[in-house]
């Protein structure tokens, strides 16, 4: 087989592999193509986990005690909060390592008060007792530091700015995501997910009990396990999901509908588990919102977690769709664009070598095909961010983030 015909097969699965993960892009962001790993520790082993790594794991007396006297997760009551009382209290609390940079906060949220905690630093003001367990550490360290001081809502984040899994619409920034978050939102709900997207973790995502190892959920063979260790008297289901990747907000009385001595016998299960820091982290990954919320499946609408959780309202669910297939339209675009100079540059370069022969047989991409391209890629991303802004533009609206959403407003109600 001649050089030329070898070119063709393997141009043709690349092309079809790259339009298939547009594809899925198009509909719900990136998508992680290795393990996910913060920057809290290790990466996820190569070596297949056994499924008797907990076995040993003894909780301490104490917590032993208090765990059985308390129910393992209340269930979650509404708190009606007036919305001119008073101004709210935030706290944003961060997981960063050493190497993290973590200067963006004081730059774009001077405001904010902050819990920035040092999971590798045992000398940092703020620090867990361990480097364990990548941000669970951290979160379960903050809630059992400040039990007794939370302020209204607090949101738990990762420390880099930038990441494939905060929100598209908020061209995954954490500092907007800060700046917009519904802290009402919050305080209706108790808990938030900070990623509205859905995938991946909704609507179905672990599996507790699954025998056959999932390179993308390599936790999943351990957690029905673990999730008897957590919660002793609660049946194992079937299914865990939310959407990843562990950044959140809670109320104060969320929080404190635990007893602290809950959130100090998790903690020491993270401590003790002979689980590695990252599986170990990953289990918390799909338990969270059973944690707080006493379901094992919270997965919220994806328009009303933008609208009212970060006031980015189109005006209605056929608008909102319209820009996801807006954007896939974009990303088809702009992988045809990138097939054609694929085959522009294969042609160049067997002309440069010598190949005469070669690049006389290689497909000839269609002439002036690559700026027309190039002008419906312009249109599009121009299009895609002028209907961005306006429906930021109309979420900062409080009536028509309430009235796009059938909930109740009167005059006064805030954001």
Known sequence: ??????????????????????????????????????????????????????????????????SESQPQVPAPTQTVYDATERNLTTRLVIARTQEENVDWISEQLPDVQTAIYVADDPNAPLHPPQNKGHEVMVYLSYIIDHYDSLPDVSLFMHAHRWAWHNDDLLENDAAQMVKRLNARRV???????????WYPGCPEWMHPGAVEEDAEKREQLVIAQSWAELFP????????????????????????????????????WVLQTPLSDSISGRIFEYVWQYLFT??????????????????????????????????YDLRVTENELFNWEAKAKAIEDARAEGRLDEASQLEVPELGRDEQLRQQISALKDELESRRLQAIARGDDPRLRAEELGRPWKEGDGF
């Open 1 to 66: 087989m001649t050089l030329a015909k070898r070119r063709f097969p393997l141009l043709a699965l690349a092309s079809f592999i790259t339009f298939f993960s547009l594809y899925l892009l198009g509909r719900s962001g990136p998508w992680r193509s290795a393990p996910q790993t913060f920057g809290l520790g290790e990466m996820i082993p190569d070596t297949p986990i056994s499924t008797n790594q907990s076995a040993g794991l003894a909780e301490p007396e104490s917590q032993l005690q208090a």
């Open 187 to 197: 305080l209706r709900e108790g808990y938030v997910n900070l990623r509205c997207h």
């Open 294 to 327: 006493g379901q094992n499946i919270v997965c919220p609408d994806q328009r009303t977690c933008y609208c009212d959780g970060f006031g980015v309202c189109f005006g209605g669910n056929d608008q909102f769709e319209d820009w996801f297939r807006l954007r």
């Open 233 to 268: 008297s609660e049946p194992v289901p079937s299914v865990l999901a939310q959407p990843c990747c562990a950044q959140f907000a809670l109320s104060r009385d969320r929080i404190h509908q635990l007893p602290l001595s809950k959130y100090i016998f998790y903690r020491d």
